[in-house]
């Protein structure tokens, strides 16, 4: 498991709950210690309790060589640089798993074609787990679901297997590029859902978001080869409802700051996690540029962090946008 931030920790929980030894790789020494001997990850989960089958080290070398599954959990835009060390490291015949959220800067890729690019690994060795995977939630073992994505169905039924809990139910699905994208887009989303509660907006407003940010992703999706259907599922709308709903989200809590007045980089100095949308917005946008996909609320967004337009102005021109028909392809 690389490496040992919130989620990271959290999905080392399910999956040594569903059975397996974990080696946890962690940058901080104190931490190591604290997951080894105190069976506690004292930086993002102090109150969580981790099984005895959790290890820690600081060392990803033994942990890779010996890993069946190569689980990634790092923010988007280190991805690259950080896998060019430790696919050298890794078993011949691993599987890669990512649970990142993101589009690379520059590339446009998606996490698990960065994953294939740059370990060198065919499609079907990789798996993608995305959807309403609030992580303090989770680590409570409250009931959640998520789909493990690949283009191979034994990858996708193995990696599902390695973390079913009686509080974690995966499921399946043949549609990377949906899965993908659903949690890439909904970062996006979730950051004007944030705006929105930040200028005192209510539910018809926040409700009417998450329809349109659908109708966006859902469009960029289609665009890139997904299945329509992906995105009524729990990695479209089922993702998009938790992150954009619920104060657990770094992204919505990023946009709620930004809704109150503050600048990006004054939001950045307070918030030490990372909001994934904020970096992910402009590639995301890249990418949709290239298919010929438009979407206004993503593009607002990026306006309001990169350009200094005020949240409500933002609001005030999607809402003055030509009326149309609900469904129409380039919307």
């Not at 990512?98 to 740059?118: D, F, H, N, P």
């Not at 994505?149 to 297997?161: F, N």
């Not at 259907?229 to 104060?247: I, N």
Request: hydrophobic letters at 45%.
């Amino acid at each position: 498991m690389l490496t040992a931030g919130s989620w990271g920790t959290v999905f080392a929980k399910v999956l040594a709950d569903a059975g397996a030894r974990v080696d946890l790789v962690a940058r901080d020494g104190e931490v190591v210690r604290a997951i080894n001997d105190h069976h506690v990850n004292p930086r993002y989960l102090p109150a969580v309790g981790l099984p005895d089958r959790v290890h820690a080290s600081t060392d990803p070398g033994p942990a890779l060589a010996a890993a069946r599954l190569v689980v990634l959990a790092v923010p988007a835009q280190v991805l690259r640089p950080a896998l060019a060390r430790w696919a050298p490291l890794a078993a011949p015949d691993a599987i890669y798993v990512s649970l990142m959220k993101g589009i690379e800067a520059g590339s446009t890729l998606r996490m698990s074609q960065v994953i294939a690019e740059v370990a060198q690994v065919p499609p079907e060795r990789v798996a993608v787990v995305s959807g309403p995977n609030l992580a303090h939630e989770i680590a409570a073992e409250h009931p959640a679901a998520t789909v493990v994505a690949s283009t191979s169905a034994r990858t996708a039924q193995l990696v599902q297997a390695a973390c079913w809990t009686p509080y974690f139910r995966p499921y399946t699905s043949a549609d990377v590029t949906g899965c993908e994208l659903g949690g890439a887009v909904k970062n996006v989303i979730a950051l004007a859902a944030g705006m929105l509660a930040g200028m005192g907006f209510g539910t018809n407003s926040e409700a009417s978001l998450i329809t349109r940010g659908l109708a966006e992703t859902q469009r960029l999706g289609v665009a890139l080869g997904a299945h329509p259907m992906t995105f009524a599922g729990l990695a479209g709308l089922g993702d998009l409802v938790a992150t954009c709903g619920s104060t657990l989200s770094r992204n919505r809590t990023f946009g709620e700051k930004l809704g109150r007045g503050l600048t990006l980089r004054q939001v950045e100095a307070e918030q030490r996690q990372i909001a994934e949308g904020v970096r992910s917005c402009r590639p995301l946008l890249a990418l949709a540029d290239q298919h010929g996909v438009v979407m206004p609320i993503a593009r607002q967004v990026e306006r309001v962090l990169y350009e200094g337009l005020p949240p409500l102005e933002a609001v005030k021109e999607l809402m003055s946008r030509e009326p149309g028909p609900e469904y129409r392809p380039s919307a």
